[in-house]
């Protein structure tokens, strides 16, 4: 579909926010989702994911913050070039990272972001305020600088109107470059010192803001920013006891050198699709991931980074077997219900079904 930018909003130096114009319920999207946008730049077609900011119940248009990205191709494309009434041609908006408060067994919701992590969370934020009024929700936002802080106005605003049901504290490498930090070396006997020369935020200081929330650790927590910040969160969550994480990572942690098609793939096999209620066949052969062999056969199933990072290509398979390059953007339940994702998919059966 082509979508119309209606407003363009700069939130920092290097970010902006586009809304477009959307028919109230035209495209329904769940808090957590994200868009898929699809540029031609030099004759290519590109396509990158951009989580939504916005929430269904509160903004009359449906918007993404793009932050810049040094020397990337799209960031700085939609930044620099896209303007008031230009159309872009956008997917339906996608994605496993979503607020599921059905599923949550504590009111409390924590939510960790970084940068332009900050896109889902705000969706989320504004979803669980004004549609469960018994949530309440506290986030930690780790950026370098007061002046790289996104939506502060808007989450600022938030705080204020719901007091008692958002709690946002802001951790910012500036006002701790040069702190010290104490690591507790063999059960605690003995410490050693040392400078926090860029001021990342350490487990330590993690656990201590966390702490500050007072939440049990049966708490949701949602975990969205670059991956030096989300290792650090993650090992933190672990160590407290938190359980029930969900990580939306807007880089791959696959490399060229780290693509490997599984072993177990085999040569050829008859992949049967079943999506939106239609059935479609296609063979993959030697070494094609289940995407390319439908791409190859004019087969359009929904995608965008085909790096096994953003699950736009999740399908949940129903006979035969998948083996994965990576399975690290889905849960541990996706898994257990037999969740896929087509992109980094080989089969390793002759039939293999999936619905997505
Ligand atoms: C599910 C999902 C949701 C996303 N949501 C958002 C969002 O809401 N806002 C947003 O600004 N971005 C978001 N991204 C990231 C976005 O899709 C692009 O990857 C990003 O804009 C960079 O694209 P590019 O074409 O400018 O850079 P490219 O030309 O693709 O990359 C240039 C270089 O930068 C590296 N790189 C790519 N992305 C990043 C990054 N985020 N941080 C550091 N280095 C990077 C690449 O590995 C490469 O080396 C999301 C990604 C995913 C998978
Ligand atoms: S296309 Fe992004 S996970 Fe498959």
Known sequence: MELEVVNIEALTEDC????????????????????????????????????I?????????????????????????????????????IEAPAGQFVYEPDKEVTPEVLLIAGGSGITPMLSIIKTALYQHPTKRLSLLY??????????????????????????IVHYLNEAHKGSVIVEKKLFGLFNSKSFNKDGFITTAKAQEIITSFSLSNQTPVYLCGPIGLMNIMEESLQHMGFQQLRKEHFVSNLTPSNVKVPSNAIGKATITVRLNGKKQQFDVLKGQSILEGAVLSGIDLPHSCKQGNCTACYGVCTSGDVAMITDEALTDEELAEGGILACVGYPTTKKVSIKL
């Open 16 to 51: 902006k926010a586009f809304y477009f114009a959307v028919p109230k319920g035209k495209i329904p999207f769940k808090a957590g989702q994200f868009l898929t946008f699809v540029l031609k730049i030099n004759q290519e077609e590109i396509r990158r994911s951009y989580s």
């Open 142 to 167: 780790v950026n370098r600088s007061e002046a790289d802080i996104i939506f502060y106005k808007a989450l600022k605003q938030l705080e204020h109107q719901f007091p008692d049901r958002l709690k």
């Open 53 to 89: 900011c916005t929430a269904e119940e509160t903004d009359p248009f449906i918007g993404v913050a793009v932050k810049r990205v040094k020397g990337g191709l799209v960031s700085n494309y939609l930044n620099d070039h896209i303007n008031i009434g230009d159309k872009l041609k």
